[in-house]
């Protein structure tokens, strides 16, 4: 739920900043800088909630704890990609995959009942999919309408 806040009050605040600024609302920009934004934020997850992240994947993955740092850094390097205007395009598509590609994890942690900040399991369970499965085809979206297209 806190990813959805970060990236719907950036784009507000953006959507507002650039009419205010530049007399007309700059919609794709609006939108990468929310992308970006709420990208770093959940970055943040990775290095600060690294037990509880790993505890996301099955246990037959080898160097979960790794893999969590290296996808907070995919995170991180994204966001900066997103402004690199030779680069918006793939940083987009690839976003994409990386989005696709992550969905298993958070149904993974919902079935198990993963809290994943206490690293403990009781979590919300399979309720939390009624949000995370539509955000996570919300940013699949997002990247195709505000970065790709």
């Not at 993955?61 to 390097?77: F, K, N, Q, S």
């Not at 009942?113 to 996570?136: A, C, H, I, M």
Request: positive net charge; charged residues 15%.
């Amino acid at each position: 739920m806190k990813p959805f806040v970060v990236l719907v009050c950036v784009f507000a605040v953006f959507l507002i900043g650039t009419k205010l600024f530049k007399q007309d609302f700059d919609y794709k920009l609006s939108g990468k800088t929310a992308l970006a934004a709420m990208l770093l934020f959940t970055s943040l997850g990775h290095f600060l909630y690294t037990k509880g992240m790993g505890m996301m994947l099955p246990d037959f993955i080898p160097i979960r704890t790794e893999l969590i740092y290296l996808t907070g850094i995919i995170e991180i390097v994204a966001a900066a990609g997103l402004f690199i205007p030779s680069l918006r395009v793939t940083t987009g598509i690839l976003l994409i995959v990386f989005f696709v590609l992550v969905l298993p994890t958070n149904i993974y942690a919902a079935i198990k009942r993963l809290n994943y900040e206490t690293g403990t399991f009781d979590g919300k369970g399979s309720s939390y999919l009624w949000f995370r499965v539509p955000f996570q085809f919300l940013l699949i979206l997002w990247t195709y309408f505000f970065v790709v297209r």
